[in-house]
């Protein structure tokens, strides 16, 4: 028999038990409104799906990748929920939970606790967007956002549109966009690492892939077969960590290894539609990983997400990499949006052999370009084998520590991004 998570299986309730054999209401909603996911002191994390109906809880779903008393808690806690008023139901209590199944071991009592927790949390996620629609950024006290004001040129729909996209990235501390002048220079490895870096140090992360032509951060990600949920409404980024979730255009492709040939204005309203619909909650960053060159989406995506908003350029250090940078710089000149820093990427070879570092390309290209255009210079990133054999697993090379050589770059990147002291407060 499988191992069932629980301490001694005769201390156990009938109701526990037949719970963790069967839970009720396991696995997510296809379509809800309210969803939370909560890690618990002991490590369990739990997530609820609400589905709501006339102020009353009509579905509730629920996973755990806890063992025994966390499925029992869970499945209690969805099947006292369901049916019930939000007030009632935002009532749940551990205790409740306990009561419902008859008790259980000592030890797992927190799991009842982590799912009324996780419960409660979802009806908030549910008043919380429910705020949200019915919201138009009047309760808003900032006194210099455009987006209060409906312009002279904009129809109505233009400017619920536009509103709307206000109110989603003003949850967003920093837009983080990763540039390159051309393609095949390791800009989505860098936004990758980046995001996970960025994740460790305990910052909320979201990483959002805007390449229509190539998304290839699911596969670096390690989430190519992750599934999008929605709400009809909202789209919900798939979870790597806590603190770091990722959306890729890629995802909603349906045959994602296939390039969508879009034109100039339909790709600017996909992108615009993309940035409203992703329910990312409250970030610190958001990394976007921008198609390469300074075309139509790096040009949409600079203009929509508004501020605070900066672009980091990856090059490698040839001098036809660089020559492309400048156009990238000046770009960023053109739309306003200030260059954060330059990174030289693929600089330089440690010998696995004896460790002496090898240039194969001229070295240093970034640092002097960066110079030249005035613009803060964030580091060399060396060619690591590792990179290559980290994408393949989707496994960003940095998630188990900083061992390698490219490791400890990304780290040190990220420490300089930090140090700049960017101001998060909107
Ligand atoms: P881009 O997004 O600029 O097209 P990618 O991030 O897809 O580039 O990287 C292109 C290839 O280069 C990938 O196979 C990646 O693993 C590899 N690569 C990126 N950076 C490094 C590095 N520092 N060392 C070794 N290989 C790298």
């Known amino acids: 028999m499988e191992d069932i998570g629980f301490p001694v299986q005769g201390q156990v309730s009938s109701q526990a038990l037949e719970r963790f054999e069967r839970p009720r209401n396991y696995g997510p909603l296809e379509s809800f409104d309210g969803h939370a996911r909560i890690t618990g002191p002991c490590g369990d994390t739990m997530e609820f799906w609400l589905q709501v109906r006339e102020g009353r809880i009509r579905e509730a779903g629920f996973t755990t990748d806890g063992c025994g008393p966390s499925r029992a808690a869970g499945s209690m806690a969805t099947e006292l929920a369901i049916g019930k008023p ?53 309760r808003c006290e900032s006194t210099t956002c455009t987006s209060k004001q409906r312009r002279g040129d904009e129809s109505e729909e233009e400017f619920r549109q536009r509103q709307a996209l206000a109110r989603r990235m003003c949850q967003i501390g920093y837009k983080l966009l990763v540039l390159s002048g051309k393609g095949g220079v390791g800009k989505s490895t860098v936004a990758a690492n980046l995001a996970t870096v960025l994740a460790q140090t305990g910052k909320r992360v979201g990483l959002l892939d805007i390449d229509v032509h190539g998304p290839s951060i699911p596969r670096l990600m390690g989430v190519e077969t992750g599934r999008v949920l929605g709400t009809g409404e909202e789209l919900l980024p798939v979870r790597v960590s806590d603190k770091l979730a990722v959306m890729s255009i890629g995802f909603l492709l349906p045959d994602r290894r296939q390039a969508v040939i879009w034109r100039g204005p339909r790709k600017h309203g996909v992108i615009r539609q993309f940035l409203t619909d992703v329910a990312w909650g409250q970030l610190d960053y958001l990394v976007v990983d921008s198609p390469p ?23 490698t250090p040839q001098e036809v990499a660089v020559s492309d940078v400048r156009r990238c710089v000046t770009f960023c000149g053109e739309v306003s949006l200030p260059v954060m820093g330059i990174l030289e990427n693929m600089s330089g070879l440690a010998c696995p052999k004896c460790g002496e570092r090898i240039d194969l390309f001229k070295r240093g290209g970034g640092m002097a370009l960066a110079q030249e255009m005035g613009a803060p210079f964030l580091g060399q990133i060396p060619i690591d084998p590792e990179v290559v054999t980290a994408g393949d697993a989707g496994i960003p090379l940095v998630r188990d520590g900083p061992q390698s050589p490219a490791a400890k770059a990304f780290t040190d990147v990220v420490r300089s991004i930090l140090a700049r002291n960017l101001d998060l407060e909107r």
């Open 86 to 138: 939000l007030v009632e139901a935002a009532r749940i209590e551990q205790a409740d939970v306990l009561a419902g199944l008859d008790g259980l071991p000592k030890e797992s009592e927190p799991c009842a606790l982590l799912a009324s927790n996780t419960l409660k949390a979802a009806i908030e996620d549910f008043r919380r967007r429910k705020a949200d629609k019915s919201g138009d950024c009047s």
């Open 293 to 315: 060159g300074t075309g139509d989406e790096p040009m949409s995506i600079a203009q929509l997400v508004g501020s605070p908003a900066g672009a980091l350029i990856v090059t």
